[in-house]
Nanobody, 119 residues
Framework: VQLQASGGGLVQAGGSLRLSCAAS????????MGWYRQAPGKQRELVAS???????NYADSMKDRFTIGRDNARNRVTLQMDSLKPEDTAVYYC??????????????WGYGTLVTVSS
C-alpha cells in the first residue's frame, strides 16, 4: 500500500488549506484513514481519522476548524483546514490502519506534506 499526500503549503493565519491523500496498491477497504501531524520538537499527534463507514474522529483542538472527508471508491481522504493558526504549522502525514475490531494489524504511512501558517 502506498499513500500519496498533497496540498500542503504556506498560508496566512486565518486562511484555509485542503490536504488530499490517495491510497494505492492492495488497499484494505475496511481500514481507518486519517491525518496526523508533527510540529518541530513535538511528537506526532492525531489530527483526524475516518472509518470506512464515514464516522469521523477529531482531536479536540481541531474539531471546530478541520473537516475530514473520505471517498471509498477512490481510496482517498481529504482534510479541509479552516481558520488556520501559526500553531498548526507542522508536517502532516496520511495514515491507513486497521479498524479496532480487526484481527490483522497494519498501519501504513505516507510521506508528509508541510503546512506552514504565518502570523
Amino acid at each position: 500500500v502506498q499513500l500519496q499526500a498533497s496540498g500542503g503549503g504556506l498560508v496566512q493565519a486565518g486562511g484555509s488549506l485542503r490536504l488530499s491523500c490517495a491510497a494505492s496498491g492492495s488497499v484494505p477497504t475496511s481500514g481507518v484513514m486519517g491525518w496526523y501531524r508533527q510540529a518541530p520538537g513535538k511528537q506526532r499527534e492525531l489530527v483526524a481519522s475516518v472509518t470506512s463507514g464515514g464516522t469521523p474522529n477529531y482531536a479536540d483542538s481541531m474539531k471546530d476548524r478541520f473537516t475530514i472527508g473520505r471517498d471509498n471508491a477512490r481510496n482517498r481522504v481529504t482534510l479541509q483546514m479552516d481558520s488556520l493558526k501559526p500553531e498548526d504549522t507542522a508536517v502532516y502525514y496520511c495514515n491507513l490502519k486497521n479498524p479496532r475490531w480487526a484481527s490483522q494489524r497494519y498501519s501504513y504511512w505516507g510521506y508528509g506534506t508541510l503546512v506552514t501558517v504565518s502570523s
